[in-house]
């Protein structure tokens, strides 16, 4: 079975930073791209950034600059380092994984931006 966890969100002031980190099972992790993704309130869920097995990025136009994704594959863990925060990050972050027959996702953590 396929597991897929996130952890790290909370409460951050604007301008501040957070990491948020995704284990995932070896099985999948060592062969798959990982993503993030994030649904605020009334919101469709969007995609934030991926990376793919070898490790190629890519970003969202809203977060370019401020956010960075990264894989360790001795850990089967991706994270997600976001600086730079503004209430308009506030969101449910979901980490995502998903092989040509099925989608993984995770639990979810919340991410508030807020003075």
């Known amino acids: 079975q396929v597991q897929v966890a996130e952890s790290g969100g909370g409460l951050v002031q604007p301008g501040g930073s957070l990491r948020l980190s995704c284990v995932a099972s070896?099985?999948?992790?060592?062969?798959?791209?990982m993503a993030w993704f994030r649904q605020a309130p009334g919101k469709e869920r969007t995609l934030v950034a991926g990376?793919?097995?070898?490790?190629?990025?890519n970003y969202a136009d809203s977060v370019e600059g401020r956010f960075t994704i990264s894989r360790d594959n001795a850990k089967n863990t991706v994270y997600l380092q976001m600086t730079s925060l503004k209430p308009e990050d506030t969101a449910v972050y979901y980490c995502?994984?998903?092989?040509?027959?099925?989608?993984?996702w995770g639990q979810g953590t919340q991410v508030t931006v807020s003075s």
């Open positions: 990376i793919t097995s070898a490790g190629k990025t």
């Open positions: 070896r099985s999948i992790f060592s062969t798959y791209g």
């Open positions: 995502y994984t998903g092989t040509s027959t099925d989608d993984y």
